[in-house]
Protein backbone atom coordinates (compact mmCIF):
# COMPACT_ATOMS: atom_id res chain seq x y z
CA UNK A 1 0.00 0.00 0.00
CA UNK A 2 1.24 3.36 -1.05
CA UNK A 3 1.20 5.80 2.05
CA UNK A 4 3.38 7.25 4.67
CA UNK A 5 4.94 5.27 7.74
CA UNK A 6 6.14 6.94 11.25
CA UNK A 7 7.99 5.00 13.63
CA UNK A 8 7.56 4.22 16.38
CA UNK A 9 4.61 5.24 17.55
CA UNK A 10 5.22 5.86 21.12
CA UNK A 11 8.72 6.64 22.44
CA UNK A 12 9.94 7.33 25.81
CA UNK A 13 13.36 9.19 25.96
CA UNK A 14 15.41 10.56 29.20
CA UNK A 15 16.02 13.99 29.54
CA UNK A 16 19.07 15.49 27.91
CA UNK A 17 18.96 12.63 25.10
CA UNK A 18 18.44 13.24 21.41
CA UNK A 19 15.69 11.10 19.55
CA UNK A 20 15.33 10.44 15.82
CA UNK A 21 11.42 10.42 14.85
CA UNK A 22 11.40 8.24 11.48
CA UNK A 23 9.25 9.30 8.55
CA UNK A 24 8.84 7.56 5.02
CA UNK A 25 6.54 7.75 2.01
CA UNK A 26 6.63 5.68 -0.86
CA UNK A 27 3.96 8.32 -2.61
CA UNK A 28 6.77 9.74 -4.86
CA UNK A 29 6.05 13.09 -3.25
CA UNK A 30 8.52 15.64 -3.57
CA UNK A 31 7.20 17.54 -0.34
CA UNK A 32 7.44 16.96 3.00
CA UNK A 33 6.83 18.40 6.50
CA UNK A 34 7.12 17.57 10.09
CA UNK A 35 4.29 19.43 12.38
CA UNK A 36 4.11 19.08 16.24
CA UNK A 37 0.78 19.07 18.34
CA UNK A 38 0.42 19.72 21.76
CA UNK A 39 -2.63 18.48 23.59
CA UNK A 40 -5.96 20.75 22.71
CA UNK A 41 -3.97 22.67 20.06
CA UNK A 42 -3.61 22.95 16.25
CA UNK A 43 -0.77 21.78 14.20
CA UNK A 44 2.32 23.80 14.13
CA UNK A 45 4.95 23.52 11.73
CA UNK A 46 8.73 22.22 12.61
CA UNK A 47 10.67 21.94 9.39
CA UNK A 48 9.64 21.39 5.71
CA UNK A 49 11.65 19.86 2.31
CA UNK A 50 10.47 20.91 -1.24
CA UNK A 51 13.24 18.37 -2.83
CA UNK A 52 15.81 16.36 -1.87
CA UNK A 53 19.04 17.92 0.04
CA UNK A 54 17.21 21.05 1.05
CA UNK A 55 15.00 22.30 3.62
CA UNK A 56 13.59 25.32 5.75
CA UNK A 57 12.80 26.25 9.10
CA UNK A 58 8.95 26.33 10.12
CA UNK A 59 7.65 28.17 12.71
CA UNK A 60 9.19 26.47 15.89
CA UNK A 61 12.43 25.15 14.53
CA UNK A 62 14.56 25.79 17.44
CA UNK A 63 16.04 22.36 19.06
CA UNK A 64 15.27 20.38 15.62
CA UNK A 65 17.21 19.19 13.15
CA UNK A 66 16.13 17.52 9.65
CA UNK A 67 17.61 15.98 7.05
CA UNK A 68 16.76 15.30 3.21
CA UNK A 69 18.96 12.33 1.72
CA UNK A 70 16.52 10.59 -0.18
CA UNK A 71 13.33 11.97 -1.71
CA UNK A 72 11.43 8.96 0.81
CA UNK A 73 12.59 9.71 3.78
CA UNK A 74 12.59 12.87 5.93
CA UNK A 75 13.95 11.93 10.12
CA UNK A 76 13.05 14.62 12.33
CA UNK A 77 16.11 14.68 15.34
CA UNK A 78 14.32 15.93 18.57
CA UNK A 79 17.65 17.31 20.33
CA UNK A 80 18.83 18.45 24.51
CA UNK A 81 18.49 22.08 23.44
CA UNK A 82 14.10 21.01 22.92
CA UNK A 83 13.19 22.95 25.87
CA UNK A 84 9.49 20.97 26.30
CA UNK A 85 9.94 17.83 23.61
CA UNK A 86 7.04 15.82 24.73
CA UNK A 87 4.44 16.15 22.07
CA UNK A 88 2.78 14.68 19.19
CA UNK A 89 4.64 14.42 16.31
CA UNK A 90 2.98 14.21 12.80
CA UNK A 91 4.92 13.90 9.28
CA UNK A 92 3.06 14.98 6.22
CA UNK A 93 3.70 14.62 2.17
CA UNK A 94 2.14 17.06 -0.52
CA UNK A 95 1.86 15.87 -4.23
CA UNK A 96 3.61 17.46 -7.02
CA UNK A 97 1.05 20.53 -8.53
CA UNK A 98 -1.37 20.01 -5.69
CA UNK A 99 -3.30 23.09 -4.55
CA UNK A 100 -1.55 22.88 -0.99
CA UNK A 101 -2.95 19.14 0.01
CA UNK A 102 -1.46 17.56 2.30
CA UNK A 103 -1.42 13.53 3.14
CA UNK A 104 -0.38 12.63 6.47
CA UNK A 105 1.36 9.53 8.98
CA UNK A 106 -0.30 8.20 12.12
CA UNK A 107 2.19 10.26 14.47
CA UNK A 108 4.90 9.44 16.90
CA UNK A 109 3.71 10.08 20.02
CA UNK A 110 7.02 11.48 22.13
CA UNK A 111 7.53 11.50 25.82
CA UNK A 112 10.17 13.03 27.80
CA UNK A 113 10.75 11.93 30.89
CA UNK B 1 -1.74 33.93 6.33
CA UNK B 2 -6.14 34.71 6.77
CA UNK B 3 -6.65 34.16 10.25
CA UNK B 4 -10.14 32.00 11.08
CA UNK B 5 -12.64 31.68 13.41
CA UNK B 6 -14.33 28.04 14.37
CA UNK B 7 -16.24 27.00 17.13
CA UNK B 8 -15.13 25.01 19.30
CA UNK B 9 -17.01 22.50 19.32
CA UNK B 10 -20.55 21.32 17.72
CA UNK B 11 -22.91 18.50 18.45
CA UNK B 12 -25.16 16.55 16.23
CA UNK B 13 -26.97 13.39 16.20
CA UNK B 14 -26.30 10.30 14.10
CA UNK B 15 -27.99 10.57 10.82
CA UNK B 16 -27.93 14.26 10.53
CA UNK B 17 -26.37 16.88 9.07
CA UNK B 18 -23.75 19.21 10.38
CA UNK B 19 -23.04 22.49 9.52
CA UNK B 20 -19.38 23.78 10.76
CA UNK B 21 -18.52 26.99 10.01
CA UNK B 22 -15.76 29.17 9.43
CA UNK B 23 -14.81 33.06 8.91
CA UNK B 24 -12.04 34.04 7.62
CA UNK B 25 -12.33 38.03 6.79
CA UNK B 26 -9.08 38.69 5.64
CA UNK B 27 -8.35 35.95 3.18
CA UNK B 28 -6.85 36.76 0.22
CA UNK B 29 -8.11 36.44 -3.70
CA UNK B 30 -5.98 33.42 -3.99
CA UNK B 31 -6.63 31.87 -0.76
CA UNK B 32 -7.99 28.28 -1.39
CA UNK B 33 -10.26 27.10 1.52
CA UNK B 34 -8.87 24.04 2.92
CA UNK B 35 -11.04 21.37 5.20
CA UNK B 36 -9.32 18.61 6.99
CA UNK B 37 -10.06 16.41 10.18
CA UNK B 38 -8.45 14.87 12.64
CA UNK B 39 -9.79 11.56 14.70
CA UNK B 40 -8.23 11.21 18.11
CA UNK B 41 -4.64 9.90 18.36
CA UNK B 42 -4.30 9.95 14.30
CA UNK B 43 -2.79 12.31 12.02
CA UNK B 44 -5.18 15.12 9.82
CA UNK B 45 -7.27 13.43 7.25
CA UNK B 46 -8.00 15.59 4.01
CA UNK B 47 -11.74 16.44 3.63
CA UNK B 48 -11.80 19.30 0.75
CA UNK B 49 -11.00 22.07 -0.40
CA UNK B 50 -12.50 25.29 -2.96
CA UNK B 51 -11.37 28.42 -4.35
CA UNK B 52 -15.15 30.44 -4.97
CA UNK B 53 -17.60 27.58 -6.38
CA UNK B 54 -19.42 25.22 -3.63
CA UNK B 55 -17.89 21.53 -3.87
CA UNK B 56 -18.72 18.05 -3.21
CA UNK B 57 -16.85 14.96 -2.84
CA UNK B 58 -17.58 11.53 -0.64
CA UNK B 59 -16.85 13.09 2.56
CA UNK B 60 -18.66 16.33 2.32
CA UNK B 61 -19.60 19.53 1.07
CA UNK B 62 -18.05 22.80 0.87
CA UNK B 63 -20.53 26.12 0.95
CA UNK B 64 -18.23 29.53 0.08
CA UNK B 65 -19.68 32.81 1.04
CA UNK B 66 -20.02 34.87 -2.44
CA UNK B 67 -17.35 37.13 -0.88
CA UNK B 68 -15.22 34.11 0.31
CA UNK B 69 -15.50 35.95 3.90
CA UNK B 70 -16.51 32.74 5.45
CA UNK B 71 -17.15 29.24 4.18
CA UNK B 72 -19.57 26.24 5.85
CA UNK B 73 -18.09 22.54 5.54
CA UNK B 74 -21.23 20.54 5.48
CA UNK B 75 -21.83 16.39 6.47
CA UNK B 76 -24.92 15.65 5.07
CA UNK B 77 -25.67 12.44 7.04
CA UNK B 78 -23.10 11.93 10.45
CA UNK B 79 -22.10 9.22 12.03
CA UNK B 80 -20.20 7.67 14.83
CA UNK B 81 -16.86 7.67 12.60
CA UNK B 82 -17.31 11.35 11.96
CA UNK B 83 -16.39 12.58 15.45
CA UNK B 84 -12.96 13.98 15.01
CA UNK B 85 -11.70 18.17 15.02
CA UNK B 86 -12.08 19.77 11.80
CA UNK B 87 -10.05 22.31 10.54
CA UNK B 88 -10.75 25.24 8.34
CA UNK B 89 -7.38 26.27 6.79
CA UNK B 90 -7.09 29.01 4.07
CA UNK B 91 -3.83 29.08 1.98
CA UNK B 92 -1.84 29.71 -0.84
CA UNK B 93 1.45 29.28 0.22
CA UNK B 94 3.62 27.98 -2.54
CA UNK B 95 5.72 25.83 -0.51
CA UNK B 96 2.46 24.55 0.74
CA UNK B 97 2.28 24.94 4.48
CA UNK B 98 -0.74 25.23 6.33
CA UNK B 99 -1.42 27.00 9.14
CA UNK B 100 -3.71 25.30 11.53
CA UNK B 101 -5.83 26.87 14.53
CA UNK B 102 -7.64 24.86 16.93
CA UNK B 103 -10.32 23.46 14.73
CA UNK B 104 -14.16 22.31 15.60
CA UNK B 105 -14.25 19.25 17.72
CA UNK B 106 -17.55 17.24 16.66
CA UNK B 107 -19.23 15.14 18.89
CA UNK B 108 -21.53 12.73 17.57
CA UNK B 109 -24.14 11.07 19.67
CA UNK B 110 -26.12 7.31 18.82
Request: hydrophobic residues 30%.
Amino acid sequence: DGGITQSPKYLFRKEGQNVTLSCEQNLNHDAMYWYRQDPGQGLRLIYYSQIVNDFQKGDIAEGYSVSREKKESFPLTVTSAQKNPTAFYLCASRPPGSTDTQYFGPGTRLTVL
Amino acid sequence: DAKTTQPNSMESNEEEPVHLPCNHSTISGTDYIHWYRQLPSQGPEYVIHGLTSNVNNRMASLAIAEDRKSSTLILHRATLRDAAVYYCIPSTDSWGKLQFGAGTQVVVTP
